[in-house]
């Protein structure tokens, strides 16, 4: 029979039946105490205790956050309805296929996406239950996100016993893990085994997590979807010039931290959102010197972040997210994009693509932009590897999604995939997806029991390793391991982690 009523440290709490009864989901567990009031840009305090049993058959209320526009790509993709929202937040969801407290389950811990100012944890396209099949226990995350998550002031840091202000949304996932460590063996669940996972905003706080000096010991594996990279994904951004600029917010709008703290949340994001300028304070990590010590993206060159067991890998057109492919059409254009891309190194490129007229352009520009989509996780790797640290497991999702619109393996279109969940996707899924979907699901969660993804009836995945550098290519064709001898690539990583190095000894 499975898990129905259990004693957590807050209390006794019920769960109810997944779409497989023999599993059992609890919804909206609070993690942490209300982080409202007074407790409003503070770290976060344990969960409040409570009497008799809490039914967690409801999903929580989502962060603070604005909702899409009707009709935008991902608002149809992945947030077609708006959900209810709260300043009262930080909750997560707990699926589990234990039948008793002693099956010491491997654990994974989802942080989502969504450039952290949107995205919630029971998004329509995670679910445990194929976790669950698999002997998996999943917990989904809620955080503070956007001002609420990562605002920075001289008077917040004044009134904090470290100094600092910002990064709450790490310190939000800090004390989920904690929670999980002194509570998920109540539902089967193995404290010695977690493993957490995030893809795109969600792999920049993994990969904060895996750098920060509070976080160690609270976790033994992690997967990043793309969000890896030795260069930052994020602007670089200091506590001092974060202070300064939330300064000049509140200047700006006429009020100080306490008027801000005492009205509705709501009503305070809008009216520091709408101070904010284009070029100004971006909502993510900060490096304070107590929750981070530097970028997430670039620890991984000093050194900086855990020695335990990665995954890590791309999406096919990860590397257009924000900039697009250009419109370049003639061997000059080519020239000039490389100049004020590499300035005095672009020579170097060019001779890899022997462009001797502008029929070349185009194949040359989808070679390279291949080549950058791999960039990321191939840069991490190999730079972890020069530390002479434990063996990756990198790949690069490039099968189509289909659809009349053609958006082909579009930034986030692999979470379909990894959850179990295509049936929900409004997509014209094909049998070759669920295919994909099943070794997909079987590689995560057996890199979450092992720290390797590799099992019985599976392609084989080999390691990343400084002889072998592969790359597991998940397409139509299924999936295959190769080793990259992409000069191009092999080009891009070694001027990059040469100016990083560069970078970091000034």
């Known amino acids: ?104 389950l491997p654990v994974m811990f989802w942080i989502h996406g969504g450039a952290f100012i949107r995205g919630y944890g029971h998004e329509m396209e995670f679910d445990g239950e194929a976790f669950c099949k698999r002997g998996v226990i999943l917990v989904t995350v809620d955080c503070r996100l956007g001002v609420l998550g990562f605002f920075s002031h001289p008077d917040l840091s004044a ?7 910002g990064n ?50 609270l976790f033994h594996k992690a997967i990043i979807q793309s969000a890896t990279g030795i260069n930052s994904l994020t602007k670089k951004q200091t506590l001092s010039e974060n202070e300064k600029y939330g300064k000049t917010i509140t200047d700006k709008i006429g009020k100080t931290i306490n008027e801000l703290i005492s009205m509705p949340a709501e ?21 304070d010197g107590y929750v981070l010590t530097d970028l997430p993206g670039t620890c991984v060159a000093l050194g900086k972040h855990m020695d335990i067991p990665y995954m890590t890998g791309s999406v096919k057109q990860d590397g257009l997210l924000f900039a697009g492919m250009p419109d370049i059409r003639t061997k000059n254009e080519f020239e000039n994009y490389m100049i004020n891309r590499y300035g005095d190194k672009a020579n170097k490129f060019l001779e890899l693509f022997d462009i001797k007229s502008d029929k070349d352009v185009l194949p040359a520009m989808n070679k390279f932009f291949k080549a950058n ?25 490039d099968r189509d999604i289909p659809g009349e619109d053609h958006p082909g393996a579009f930034h986030s279109s692999e979470l379909w995939y990894i959850f179990g969940t295509l049936q929900r996707c409004w997509r014209p899924m094909e049998g070759i997806d669920y295919t994909l979907s099943a070794i997909m699901t079987d590689y995560w969660t057996n890199f979450a029991k092992y720290g390797d993804p590799n099992g019985k009836g599976l392609p084989h995945w080999n390691k990343f390793t400084e002889e072998n550098h592969a790359i597991m290519e998940i397409n139509e064709n299924h999936t295959k391991s190769i080793d990259t001898d992409d000069k191009v690539l092999i080009s891009m990583d070694e001027l990059l982690y040469n100016e990083v190095i560069s970078d970091k000894s000034k």
């Open 267 to 287: 009503e305070m994001d809008d009216l520091i959102v709408g101070a904010i300028d284009s070029d100004g304070l971006r909502m993510a990590p900060v490096i």
């Open 1 to 104: 029979m499975a898990l129905d009523t259990i004693r957590i440290q807050s209390g006794l709490i019920k769960g109810i039946p997944c779409g497989n009864p023999a599993y059992t989901v609890f919804k909206g567990i609070p993690y942490a105490a209300p982080p409202i009031g007074e407790n409003r840009w503070k770290a976060p305090l344990p969960p409040i205790s409570w009497d008799g049993v809490k039914t967690c058959d409801t999903f929580p209320p989502i962060a603070i956050q604005k909702f899409l526009p009707e009709g935008e790509f991902y608002q149809k993709e992945f947030f077609p309805v708006e959900m209810p929202m709260s300043e009262d937040c930080l909750y997560l969801n707990v699926w589990t296929p234990s039948k008793t407290a002693n099956e010491k």
């Open 168 to 217: 709450y949304a790490i310190l939000d996932l800090i004390q989920a893990l904690k929670w999980i460590h002194q509570n998920i063996s109540a539902f089967g669940g193995d404290p010695s085994n977690i493993t957490i996972f995030g893809q795109s905003a969600g792999g920049i706080l993994s990969q904060a997590l895996a750098s920060s000096p509070l976080a160690k010991g």
């Open 373 to 397: 989509a791999k960039l990321a996780p191939y840069s991490w790797a190999n730079a972890h590897l020069r530390l002479k640290r434990k063996p990756v497991f990198v790949y690069y999702f």
């Open 159 to 165: 009134r904090d016993p470290h100094h600092v202000s």
